[in-house]
């Protein structure tokens, strides 16, 4: 169990959950976003096992494990979570979020996700559950029409939803491994300790 600075047990804990393949900017600023405007004390970063709805082989967890750990070094509230991917069989989250309310059962959990999962949580293995589990927090990128999507499962459950402001930042993990396959550096879209660790692994240069 993870503690906080002070050595006690979270009682505000953020679930940020991804491939991770590789970490990059944007995903440890929405980390930040989320540890400053929930008050979080706790925020528990888990990187996808078998990723059910990934066509993709993703890279191998060791790897994954590693660089996440570099990229959110600088969020003190953060530690990598390895459970999902040492779970065998495809992942849910449905199954994370059992266990961790288990192991902080008076903790408070917040679930973050981008808006394109939120489109589709109403797909994810035992939705409702979820909703129940976590307040679902979603990340509000700015648009030219200013106009918040609601999801058909906030339409239904909108206490259970805090929608989190975020910058507009252009960045995919998939051009990045893009990049890396034709040598082009990365370091500003993923950091200097992971720029440094995809090149001493050799990753994605065949991608």
Not at 153 to 177: C, G, N, V, W
Not at 187 to 198: D, M
Request: proline content about 5%; charged content about 15%.
């Amino acid at each position: 169990m993870a503690l906080s600075s002070s050595g006690v047990a979270p009682k505000r804990i953020g679930i940020l959950g991804g491939s991770f393949d590789p970490p990059h900017l944007a995903h440890v600023a929405l980390g930040q976003a989320a540890v400053a405007q929930l008050a979080l004390d706790g925020l528990c970063v888990v990187p996808t096992g078998q990723a059910w709805h990934k066509a993709r082989v993703l890279s191998e967890a060791t790897h994954r494990l590693a660089m996440t750990q570099l990229a959110f070094a600088g969020i003190p509230q953060a530690w990598v979570d390895p459970r999902e991917t040492q779970r065998a069989g495809p992942s849910y989250t449905i199954d994370t979020l059992r266990e961790l309310c288990a192991e902080f059962s008076q903790a408070e959990l917040f679930l973050i996700i981008g808006a394109d999962q939120a489109q589709a949580l109403t797909t994810w293995q035992s939705w409702q559950e979820i909703l129940q589990s976590a307040t679902i927090c979603v990340a509000d990128r700015p648009d030219l029409t200013r106009v918040r999507a609601v999801f058909d499962a906030e339409k239904a459950y909108p206490e259970r939803f805090f929608h989190l402001q975020m910058p507009s930042m252009a960045i995919s993990a998939t051009d990045i491994r893009s990049a890396i396959s034709t040598h082009q550096n990365v370091t500003a879209l993923v950091g200097e300790s992971v720029a440094r660790y995809i090149a001493d692994h050799h990753l994605y240069l065949s991608s």
